[in-house]
């Protein structure tokens, strides 16, 4: 398994809350994303950072936002959870070259009522 | 726009035989990778292959193994003396500057 950590696993929350999904790898390694998965469906990158101080977005438009103060830690935030977020959220991280593996997380999985 | 296609949503194999799961993708790339990721129910994403484009040998990892045609833009996995634990969806995806595209996922289920 790789090294790679996302809290929380679960979370059940109600609509209009603020929430961050917490995800961090301790591989040292310069690219993290994350990714939005459907049940059953395909991952959709969502952001994805390079370095520390770098934040792209991803090919899926997304209301959430994402930081990269340090190297280990990328969370992202909802700053108004809506039962359309419902959704799987996997962060992943690889090392700087093009061709490296990503290394998943185990995925938090959000449900807004 | 660049896709990935998986064209069987669903798969069984019994175990100790062997199956392929098919992957098209459509890039104007030239140099690019891909991939063969497993995600078992509940449990992290993990890579089971991965290809470089500009070589022309198949990759082989133990009992996975691809057959890449760069002209047609095909990848297919196969997985060989198959077993319990390769039920999975299986993705098919490909990088571009670290980017990952995936395809839709084929769902793998392994008979006893």
């Known amino acids: 398994e790789a090294d790679i950590y996302q809290t929380p696993r679960y979370l059940v929350i109600g609509t209009g809350k603020k929430i961050t999904l917490e995800c961090s790898q301790t591989?040292?390694?310069?690219?993290m994303y994350w990714y939005q998965q459907d049940p059953g469906m395909e991952l959709h990158l969502i952001h994805y950072?390079?370095?520390?101080?770098?934040?792209e977005k991803g090919d899926l438009s997304s209301e959430s936002t994402v930081s990269r103060i340090r190297t280990e830690h990328f969370p992202l935030t909802l700053e108004s959870a809506r039962p359309s977020h419902t959704s799987q959220y996997l962060c992943?991280?690889?090392?700087?070259?093009?061709?490296?593996?990503?290394?998943f997380g185990p995925g938090t999985r959000l449900l807004v009522l | 726009a660049q896709t990935v296609t998986q064209s069987q949503p669903e798969m069984s194999v019994q175990e100790a035989e062997t199956v392929t799961l098919s992957c098209t993708y459509d890039?104007?790339?030239?140099?690019?990778?891909l991939f063969w990721y497993k995600q078992p129910p509940s449990r992290q994403m993990i890579l089971v292959i991965r290809?470089?484009?500009?070589?022309?040998q198949n990759a082989t990892e133990n009992r996975f193994s691809v057959n890449f045609q760069k002209a047609a833009k095909s990848f297919s996995l196969k997985i060989s003396d198959s077993q319990l634990g390769d039920a999975a969806m299986y993705f098919c995806?490909?990088?571009?500057?670290?980017?990952?595209?995936f395809g839709e996922g084929t769902q793998l289920t392994v008979n006893p």
């Open positions: 992943a991280s690889s090392r700087s070259q093009a061709w490296e593996t990503q290394y």
């Open positions: 950072s390079y370095g520390v101080n770098s934040t």
């Open positions: 995806a490909y990088t571009i500057g670290s980017r990952l595209t």
């Open positions: 591989m040292g390694h310069d690219k």
């Open positions: 290809q470089e484009a500009y070589k022309q």
């Open positions: 890039t104007s790339e030239s140099d690019y990778y």
